[in-house]
């Protein structure tokens, strides 16, 4: 919510732009080297003059009865989002949902790479997790200095969520992504993106019952 | 994208719903009896109009100068969302993504209940995961019938997601929680909540960028 106020780009719109990104790879590998907003309209049910402020956003723009470029696109939207440089983060609490962050591969294609986890408990410190080396806790502000990262994925639970923010905050990380389910506490200057999975479950819950 | 055209409740409001939730937990323990919307636009960065708004879309009507009865929202809350009556689902896909769903402990206080999980791999199946049993995914459509389940939740990798949708739709769900990087194809009146991590990541990216 409070990112919706701090920015000049809808946050609907930066939320669409991997859905875009999908499409354009798909259209990309079948041989379609121009698209149009009618395209996008009709594969991912938006209104074309919402397609069209979306990536005029993302800084791309369509010209008249030819559309925009494949490729040219997707490069477009890649910049956009800072994926062509690659993203590295490191990852606090290496546990089930940790365990699996790390070993999910539909990160691969937007570029985010997670250089190393750390854990609380040094009893899972020293072990790879899906090939990425597990640290302690308290080496995490030397090696996010060291490797000049400025984000964080925080997968540990509720009661840990605090002070393992604060460790991240005080490493000098930039962006917090939360994906435990607690509100965390941060200075202004630190962007969370609040991953809330309940969100979603309460989408589905309400929709279902709709229909019935 | 689509659900947002097909109901009458704000996505967004849906979504807040939970964040709801969390803040008046937080203040009936620590005994607050009546909360006003003033509260809430303070504690979440909202306009106040708008909290009046998404509870007004709950159900939930405030008494002037008074508020609302922290326990009398939080109760329906719970009954818009359908959390009071326990939701029972299913999940296909019993990978590092499944396990760390069927492990996530904060879906039990909105009261989802995984029921139990289901995988193509025959080898993972007859074992506990997180105390619920994987059974070989041939077995789906008996065992949603049986117990009359309606929401399936997906975990599998992006080429698995597809045959895995069709099986739930053929076992007979009415709502698929989609977390593969693919986008399915199902029936309209099946209700599709697509679960885009790589859009928090954008989200992230994007905003980090903007303060640099």
């Known amino acids: 919510m409070k990112e919706q106020q701090r920015s000049g780009i809808p946050l609907p719109t930066i939320k669409r732009i991997p859905v875009y990104v999908s499409v ?11 698209v149009s907003t009618t395209d996008f309209a009709a594969a991912l049910t938006l209104k074309p003059v919402q397609v069209r402020k979306d990536l005029a956003f993302a800084g791309a723009e369509g010209k008249p009865r030819i559309g925009y470029r494949t490729e040219e696109l997707l490069e477009t939207l890649h910049r956009f989002v800072g994926w062509n440089n690659l993203s590295e983060a490191v990852l606090v609490g290496a546990g089930a949902l940790g365990t699996a962050i790390l070993g999910y591969k539909g990160f691969d294609r937007f570029g985010l790479k997670i250089k190393a986890a750390f854990d609380i408990d040094e009893s899972k410190c020293g072990a790879t997790v899906h090939d990425k080396p597990v640290y302690p806790i308290r ?42 389910p ?19 479950l309460a989408v589905l819950a309400v929709r279902i019952k709709e229909r019935q």
Chains 1, 2 share one sequence.
Do not use: H, R
Not at 24 to 34: F, M, N, R, V
């Open 182 to 200: 607690a509100q965390i506490d941060v200075p202004d200057s630190i962007f969370v993106q609040q991953e809330d999975l309940a969100a979603g």
């Open 139 to 180: 080496d995490l502000k030397q090696y996010v200095k060291k490797n000049g990262i400025i984000m964080g994925i925080l997968t540990v639970s509720e009661n840990g969520a605090q002070p393992a923010a604060d460790a991240l905050v005080e490493a000098g990380i930039q962006g917090i992504w939360n994906f435990s």
């Open 24 to 34: 354009l790879e798909k259209w990309l590998k079948e041989g379609k080297e121009t």
